[in-house]
Each structure stands twice: as C-alpha cells, then as structure tokens.
C-alpha cells in the first residue's frame, strides 16, 4: 500500500471523527477516553489489552500490569447506559450495592441464624467502608447508590410482598407521604449543596506575605463572632456587658479576613475546607458520604428535615410489615385508629414470602437506628450552637454556649 493511500485513509478516519463529534449523538453512543466514537453494543470489541490479558491467560504467560490497567480503564469507559445525547458512563461503585443489597436479603430470608449472621456482617461492611472512605477523603458514589437501591428495594418488597390486605389504606398513604417527603428532602439536601462552596478566589500569595492579615486567636475568633451575632440582630445573653461590647467593637473595626490555607480563598467566619470537594464550605458541619456532598449553610435545614422524615417512614413501615407477617396484639385506639406491635415472628421464616418481608423491616429498623443516633447528634450540636466539625476540632471548648438556645434556633430557622 502506498504513502498516498495510507494518507487518504488517516484523512478521512480523522474527517470521520470530527464529523461524529459535531452531530449530536444518539442515546447507544459515545466519545470514548481515546476520542473515538463508539457504540454501547460494541463494549467487548477493539480491547486489545483485554485480548492479550485472555491470550496470555491461557498461555500461561507472565501479564504485565499496565495490560492489566489498560483493560480496568477499558471496560470502565465502555461501561454505560443508554441516554439523551450520549451513553453516560456508570461507575462501578455504584453498581455495587444494586447487586449486594439483593443478596444479602433473599439469603437472609432463609433461616434465623443467617440473618443475623448477615446484618452482622452487613454493619461491619459498612463501617468499614465509610472510615476508610474518610480515611482516604475520596468521592465516592457507592453510598449514595446504596440508599437508593434500599429504598428500591425496601418498597417493592413491601408494595409486592407484604400482605396488604392487613393494612388500612391510611396507613400505607401515610407511609407513602412520609417516604415522598424523605426523597424530596434529600433531593434538596444534595441540589443546595453546591451554594455550600466559597467562590472568591483571594489569590496565590503566601499568607505570611499578605499585608495586614493576621491569625486570630481563639477568644479573639469567638468575641467576633459575638460581634457579628450583634450587627446581624441575633440577641445574645451577654449583649448588655459592656465590656463585652467595646471588645467586640474594637475587633469589628480591625476585622480580618481569613484566608484558608489549603485553597488560598478569603472565606467567611466559620468556614473550613473540605478535603473531599476540594473548597472552602461555609458554615460546614461534615461531608456526608451517603449523600455524597457537604452539609453546610445551604442545605443543613433539609438535612435535619430529611432525616426526621426518614426516621419516621422507616419505622412506620418496620412497624406495619411487622404487624402484617407476625401475630400482632392491640396496644391503644387513638382516635379510632389501633395501634399494634409484633407479638410472635417465630414462623416468619417458614414462608420465603414472609421471610423476605420480615428481613426488610429489620433492615429497616437498622437503618432508622442509626438515623436515630445521626439525628440526635446534629440536634445536640445545634443546640450547642456549634457544627461537626467543630465540634471535633475543639470537643472540650467546640463555641457552644447553652445560654443561646433561642438566637441558634432563630439562626438556622430564618
């Protein structure tokens, strides 16, 4: 073949390419990492590390482990769904948990013992999971993906499986209400997360080097912040000391500002950067992994909101499938309505049906026990008045003041 030829071909592949990647792609496409456009159904053809990997296999040769890198980046990119304007890439993080939760559920729906052996183990798996998570500070999806596929799950069990003949229509529109609710709450909590981040950028001078800027210390850092509480009309105990307020007065008027280390951003007053998203969030409380995003200023009253109503969807449902499949007994009739508990769940596991239903509420009483624990510790902190995470940075002196109640309460609510 001649020069000319081999010329004409690379021409054309590469009119070829730029053609694909100006029209508009259909829902099975994609620009692969290697700027090629490919096809979804095509996701085992062209992968020459993958060939050499499987031929070396067999021949039982040495592989090398680029061919080994090659062929994970490989099957990462091509791994997609069909989608408006181009396949989008799925990640395998959060695939996982589509197939774990499944799993773990029909094998413990077999028999008592592996029950409990399972969300033994399923408790220390995600414990597991989440420090090294925060150990390493990495985004990740496989949380978020979690919550999602239980709450999948949680309600096609429970609309397929669970006896609803047993249950009053109030009580499963009120389930629905709650769980809606819940969802909307999250879907806030993680949509307002990005307002969360400090934008301005200060510079890239040293901080040593910036004129006029000093470190505060610590009771410099908190009679400013009683300061400010007092020009933004928040009330305060100590607001008729007036030695307080010419201490307070003095700092307003040489007023700092503080600039973070990490990022080099001038940042309002308590905020503090994010290893994880990689900026400055104000008012941060914590990165929250299983909604894989920070909790701050913006979102923090649609976290607490999302929690309560998560807590109550879920023992409301524990409570009404365990009714359903176990012997309940009458507790009280609130206005006509009776309330029951489980009294007998000895012969759940002779029905796979029951099995399953009975498994889902106890997996559902797991979640809400921690939700419970999550719960009571950001309400005790907001009415320390503090966050998280400052909370953690100073747990003996974390800013909180009990005289406050009330002006932290109006903080947050306005």
Same mark, same amino acid.
């Given at each position: 073949m001649s020069t000319t030829t081999v010329d004409f071909f690379a021409t054309a592949t590469e009119a070829e390419r730029q053609e694909a990647e100006k029209r508009s792609l259909c829902c099975c496409e994609y620009i692969g990492h290697d700027k090629q456009p490919f096809h979804i159904l095509g996701c085992c053809c062209n992968c020459e590390d993958f060939d050499l990997v499987c031929t070396r296999l067999i021949t039982c040769k040495r592989i090398e482990a680029r061919n080994i890198d090659g062929m994970l980046i490989a099957f990462q990119d091509r791994l997609r769904l069909p989608w408006r304007g181009g396949a989008k890439r799925i990640s395998p993080a959060a695939l996982g948990p589509a197939l774990i939760v499944p799993l773990m559920m029909g094998l413990a729906a077999l028999n008592a013992k592996t029950a409990i052996v399972l969300m033994l183990a399923l408790i220390g798996f995600v414990s597991w999971g989440l420090q090294?998570?925060?150990?390493? +500070?990495?985004?990740?999806?496989?949380?978020l993906s979690w919550i999602v596929f239980s709450i999948i799950y949680m309600v096609v069990i429970f609309e397929c499986e669970v006896p609803?003949?047993?249950?009053?229509?109030?009580?499963?529109?009120?389930?629905?209400?709650?769980?809606?609710?819940?969802?909307?709450?999250?879907?806030?909590?993680?949509?307002?997360?990005?307002l969360n981040l400090v934008t301005a950028q200060?510079?890239?001078? %040293?901080?040593?080097?910036?004129? &006029?800027?000093?470190?505060? $210390? $610590?009771?410099?850092?908190q009679a400013e912040q009683q300061a400010q509480d007092t020009v933004l009309g928040i009330e305060d105990d100590d607001e008729n000391d007036p030695g307080i307020n010419s201490e307070?007065?003095?700092?307003?008027?040489? +007023?700092?500002?503080?600039?973070c280390d990490i990022c080099r951003k001038v940042t309002p007053r308590r905020a503090y950067h994010c290893a994880v998203c990689?900026?400055?969030?104000?008012r941060r409380s914590h990165h929250s992994y299983w909604l894989n995003c920070c909790i701050g200023e913006r979102n923090y009253r649609w976290y607490l909101v999302a929690l309560a109503l998560s807590e109550c969807a879920l023992l409301l449902g524990a409570n009404l499938t365990l009714t359903a499949v176990?012997?309940?007994?009458?507790?009280?009739?609130?206005?006509?309505?009776?309330?029951?508990? %489980?009294?007998?769940?000895?012969?759940?596991?002779e029905d796979f049906e029951l099995g399953i239903s009975f498994i889902v509420a106890a997996y559902a009483m797991l979640?809400?026990?921690?939700?419970?624990?999550?719960?009571?510790?950001?309400?005790?902190?907001?009415?320390? &008045?503090?966050?998280l995470h400052e909370f953690k940075r100073a747990p003996a002196s974390n800013g909180g003041n009990r005289n406050r109640v009330w002006s932290n309460w109006r903080a947050i609510l306005k």
């Open positions: 090294l998570a925060e150990r390493i +500070a990495t985004r990740t999806t496989f949380f609803l003949l047993e249950l009053l229509p109030e009580e499963n529109y009120i389930l629905l209400l709650l769980s809606f609710g819940a969802l909307y709450s999250l879907y806030r909590t993680k949509q307002l997360a990005p200060y510079g890239t001078t %040293p901080k040593d080097e910036l004129p &006029g800027i000093t470190e505060a $210390s $610590s009771g410099e850092e307070c007065a003095g700092l307003i008027q040489h +007023a700092q500002p503080n600039i990689g900026s400055c969030v104000k176990c012997h309940p007994f009458l507790v009280v009739r609130l206005l006509g309505i009776p309330l029951l508990l %489980p009294d007998d769940c000895s012969e759940v596991f979640i809400s026990g921690y939700i419970t624990c999550v719960l009571v510790r950001q309400l005790y902190l907001w009415y320390r &008045g503090t966050t």
